[in-house]
């Protein structure tokens, strides 16, 4: 097995992986200078240190072609993408609890003749 050539991809990439992980850290700070967005702050960081470690370790990987570090990245990723996914059927969720309460009120208005908004 090439752990060189299967590495490659986010080897590449780990400059991005880098960047997009400052980005997620410096979202997670600002977030936290709110009242609220200090108990959601966390996740944006987690996703940022995340997003870190797999470009170390497919570096680590792509360099020493070690079986472990190549392990460990795909790890990491498959927590990103898990993480990411569990926020996005949360946001879904979310979206369509709003946008229904939402129609109810506007049905709920229409249904008694006001007129004002």
């Given amino acids: ?3 060189q050539a299967l590495s490659s ?12 992980g400052v980005m ?9 200078l709110s009242v ?7 996740v944006p960081i987690w996703l940022g240190i995340l997003l870190f ?3 170390g370790a497919s570096e680590q990987a792509y360099l020493t ?9 795909q790890t990491k990723l498959k927590t990103y993408f898990t993480i990411t996914g ?8 979310f979206m369509f609890l709003f946008l ?5 009120a506007a049905i709920s208005q229409l249904a008694s003749g006001s007129k004002g908004f």
């Fill in 1 to 3: 097995m090439d752990l």
């Fill in 86 to 93: 569990v926020l996005m059927l949360i946001g879904l969720v």
């Fill in 36 to 42: 609220v967005g200090i108990i959601f702050a966390w």
């Fill in 100 to 104: 229904g309460l939402g129609g109810i």
């Fill in 65 to 73: 072609q070690s079986e472990g570090e190549f392990l460990k990245s």
């Fill in 53 to 55: 470690q797999i470009a």
């Fill in 24 to 32: 997620f850290i410096i979202n997670g700070v600002l977030t936290a």
């Fill in 9 to 20: 991809p986010l080897y590449s990439a780990r400059g991005w992986l880098k960047f997009i």
